[in-house]
């Protein structure tokens, strides 16, 4: 199992990621995000293409910067933060690997981009790609192995990054559905171990069926519903969700 740098603290209490009357202006649309997501939560995040999930993301991860409200992650203000400087690490869907880098360096990455390695992080490379079932591929190059196998690396990448929030940007989308449980089990397994909390955006309402604890629905830039997972799928009477899940 991979090891942090320390030893984890006992997992927080209250909220990991709030976006506290948050305003962004996207072309013709103004979104408005109010979300409290639990620490060691995993909340997946559905809704119709252009609702505004991607941007919801990128207003937590600090790659967009919100006109009015603020971003809340483990109770510090991270509003005006850059990206390299929240505590956040984002996986997504494609680019996640350098065809030229083997899998050790594309792994080392997320202990230090110009890849001065030590003993030490060279450890927590391996570590990191046999937790997530890549032991002794250290050397292959991402052309080399599978699509899955590809995702399986850019996990272990997010791993040695060692931070509490996870974004997962449809990174499963491409697998077929066996091997999207399979992945999806494992970062389940992993947000356990490492007390992580994990927001998901899926096109798939399987994907957030099987493994969220709670969903929110968005549409046209607004959470318009957020509860426990089969509690929203059984939601009836919400136009627009009635409309994405054809009911």
């Not at 790659?63 to 390299?84: H, K, W, Y």
């Given at each position: 199992m991979l090891q942090p740098d320390a030893p984890p603290a006992a997992a927080p209490t209250g909220a990991a990621v709030e976006l506290r009357a948050v305003?962004?202006?996207?072309?013709?649309?103004?979104?408005s995000f109010d979300l409290a997501v639990m620490a060691g939560e995993f909340m997946a995040i559905i809704g119709p293409s252009g609702a505004g999930?991607?941007?919801?993301?990128?207003?937590?991860a600090g790659?967009?910067?919100?006109?009015?409200?603020?971003?809340?992650?483990?109770?510090?203000?991270?509003?005006?933060?850059?990206?390299?400087a929240r505590p956040v690490t984002t996986l997504f869907q494609e680019?996640?690997?350098?065809?030229?880098l083997d899998l050790a360096a594309n792994v080392g990455l997320g202990i230090d981009p110009r890849l001065r390695l030590g003993?030490?992080?060279r450890r927590r490379v391996s570590a990191a790609l046999g937790r997530v079932g890549l032991?002794?591929?250290?050397?292959?190059?991402?052309?080399?192995?599978?699509?899955g196998e590809r995702q399986r690396a850019a996990l272990a990448r997010s791993l040695v990054r060692n931070r509490p929030v996870l974004l997962l940007d449809e990174p499963f989308a491409a697998l077929g559905p066996?091997?999207?449980?399979?992945?999806?089990?494992?970062?389940?397994?992993?947000?356990?171990?490492?007390?992580?909390?994990?927001?998901?955006?899926?096109?798939?309402?399987?994907?957030?069926s099987h493994a969220a604890d709670r969903t929110a629905f968005v549409h046209r830039g607004r959470v318009i519903k957020l509860a426990p997972t089969a509690e929203l799928f059984a939601?009836?009477?919400?136009?627009?969700?009635?409309?994405?899940?054809?009911?």
């Open positions: 305003t962004f202006y996207y072309e013709d649309m103004v979104m999930k991607t941007t919801l993301f990128a207003l937590i790659f967009e910067r919100p006109d009015n409200g603020r971003i809340m992650i483990a109770g510090t203000d991270v509003t005006e933060l850059v990206p390299s680019h996640n690997l350098f065809a030229h003993a030490e992080d032991g002794g591929f250290e050397k292959r190059l991402p052309g080399q192995i599978s699509g066996a091997l999207r449980r399979d992945m999806l089990d494992l970062v389940r397994d992993i947000r356990r171990e490492r007390g992580l909390t994990v927001l998901m955006v899926s096109h798939l309402p399987e994907d957030a939601a009836r009477g919400i136009p627009e969700l009635d409309a994405y899940l054809g009911t």
